[in-house]
């Protein structure tokens, strides 16, 4: 990664299968990943968790046409540092906690922080992914169970956001709304500021 992150495009619905690549019938043999995204009401920064590591991805740009430009920030295991925690702290938007921490486990990372502050939420995310190549731009279908509700993505990313609007148009996807998982995650289950707590059932 050279710094500047990738430009990202992503749309998520109840069923997108008539969409690009037909996905295989059979998927007993493409893994499954269990996430915990870490929403926060207050900031659209991407912070996850796993394979007991936290990850954190920061939104750095947003061009003329919507397409996203996303930097990862962080990758560390679990226990996390003082470090680790500040940045987590920053990419949710919120002020840091007085007592600072100097080490955390991720059982003290849900049960002390997540379960604490009312302005967090841990979603359940688990994935399916099937990788596909559009007009030379890597993409997926990610057949996804969000809190238990089934749901649909394909996405777009790569350094050069022509080659990503170039496959979002080759599958005629351009009016389709590009989100981010944090975003889509947060209307899905009703997360957001008091006067927009609606849930999604189209995106």
């Given at each position: 990664?050279?710094?500047?992150?990738r430009?990202?495009w992503?749309?998520?619905?109840r069923?997108?299968?008539?969409?690009?690549p037909?996905?295989?019938a059979?998927?007993a043999?493409?893994?499954?990943t269990?996430?915990?995204?870490?929403v926060?009401?207050?900031s659209?920064?991407?912070?996850?968790i796993r394979?007991d590591?936290?990850d954190?991805?920061t939104l750095?740009?947003?061009?003329?046409?919507?397409l996203?430009q996303w930097?990862?920030?962080l990758k560390?295991?679990?226990?996390?540092?003082a470090?680790?925690?500040?940045?987590?702290?920053i990419a949710?938007g919120l002020?840091h906690?007085?007592?600072?921490r100097?080490?955390?486990?991720i059982?003290?990372?849900?049960?002390?922080?997540i379960?604490t502050?009312?302005?967090l939420?841990a979603?359940?995310?688990k994935k399916q992914?099937?990788?596909?190549l559009?007009?030379?731009?890597p993409g997926?279908h990610v057949?996804?169970?969000?809190?238990?509700e089934g749901?649909?993505?394909i996405s777009f990313e790569?350094?050069?956001?022509?080659r990503?609007?170039?496959a979002?148009r080759?599958l005629?996807?351009?009016?389709?709304?590009?989100?981010?998982?944090?975003?889509?995650?947060k209307?899905?289950?009703g997360?957001q500021?008091?006067?927009?707590?609606?849930k999604?059932?189209?995106?």
């Amino acid at each position: 990664m050279d710094g500047t992150g990738r430009w990202e495009w992503r749309t998520f619905a109840r069923n997108l299968a008539h969409i690009g690549p037909r996905p295989p019938a059979d998927r007993a043999g493409i893994p499954i990943t269990r996430e915990q995204y870490i929403v926060s009401v207050v900031s659209v920064h991407n912070v996850k968790i796993r394979d007991d590591c936290l990850d954190i991805k920061t939104l750095v740009n947003v061009d003329a046409l919507g397409l996203q430009q996303w930097l990862p920030t962080l990758k560390v295991p679990f226990p996390i540092d003082a470090a680790a925690l500040d940045a987590t702290w920053i990419a949710w938007g919120l002020p840091h906690p007085v007592v600072e921490r100097t080490r955390c486990t991720i059982d003290e990372f849900f049960n002390e922080i997540i379960a604490t502050e009312k302005c967090l939420r841990a979603v359940s995310v688990k994935k399916q992914r099937m990788p596909m190549l559009v007009q030379g731009c890597p993409g997926e279908h990610v057949e996804l169970k969000i809190d238990g509700e089934g749901w649909e993505s394909i996405s777009f990313e790569h350094a050069d956001p022509y080659r990503v609007w170039r496959a979002v148009r080759a599958l005629g996807l351009e009016n389709a709304e590009n989100t981010s998982y944090p975003l889509a995650l947060k209307r899905i289950v009703g997360f957001q500021l008091v006067e927009k707590q609606e849930k999604m059932e189209t995106v």
